[in-house]
T-cell receptor, first 116, second 110 residues
């Protein structure tokens, strides 16, 4: 089995600050994802990457940057934190090429963001 | 939006009862996946059901898919307190990636 590690677990930022969230996986999966989870809402796709150095925008990419430095890691940057923003950011990975009909996402435990 | 229900639903039941959770979606999908998220953890896949399947079972879990009404259900028989979690359905959305509904928060009281 493998594991997805997200750091930090909790992140408190100031309005306007640039904040970076990190994700590591040891499944050796090709595809990695960043989702945003707001309280009481579904998960929304921010960015995904199908291989090292690849980046694809999701439904919610505005206000975020991402970087896939190597196959095992995928980072997300909030370019300018919004006052009173509160959400959980979930990183996931899966084997490339399967598509939703076969795909299984493995998630990390999330980074909880609060902006003062 | 892909979803018929935009906000988290909540259910509270006693241990041992059976429960069914529903989700409806607006756009055709070839697959519905159900995930469970326990407090403080990431979601974990429970069941995947394809459009050519009407029902899929896994242990105490049973998923159904009705493509004509664009709805899916997840049933749990003989619930345990450890089934307490948020349950999400997910379909193939834009970018051919999974899109997740708001979910159902299930509380199973011992």
């Amino acid at each position: 089995g493998g594991i997805i590690t997200q750091t930090p677990k909790f992140l408190i930022g100031q309005e306007g600050q640039k904040l970076t969230l990190k994700c590591q996986q040891n499944f050796n999966h090709d595809t990695m994802y960043w989702y945003r989870q707001d309280s009481g809402k579904g998960l929304r796709l921010i960015y995904y990457s199908i291989t090292e150095n690849d980046l694809q925008k999701g439904d919610l990419s505005e206000g975020y940057d991402a970087s896939r430095e190597k196959k095992s890691s995928f980072s997300l940057t909030v370019t300018s934190a919004q006052k009173n923003e509160m959400a959980v950011f979930l990183c996931a990975s899966s084997i490339w090429g399967q598509g939703p009909s076969n795909e299984r996402l493995f998630f990390g435990h999330g980074t909880k963001l609060s902006v003062l | 939006s892909q979803w018929g229900e935009e906000n988290l639903q909540a259910l509270s039941i006693q241990e041992g009862e059976d429960v069914t959770m529903n989700c409806s979606y607006k756009t055709y999908t070839t697959v519905v996946q159900w995930y469970r998220q326990k407090s403080g953890k990431g979601p974990a896949q429970l069941i995947l059901i394809r459009s050519n399947e009407r029902e899929k079972r896994s242990g105490r879990l049973r998923a159904t898919l009705d493509t004509s009404s664009q709805s899916s259900s997840l049933s749990i028989t003989g619930t345990l307190a450890t089934d307490t979690a948020v349950y999400f359905c997910a379909t193939a959305g834009s970018f051919n990636k999974l899109t997740f509904g708001a979910g159902t928060r299930l509380a199973v009281c011992p």
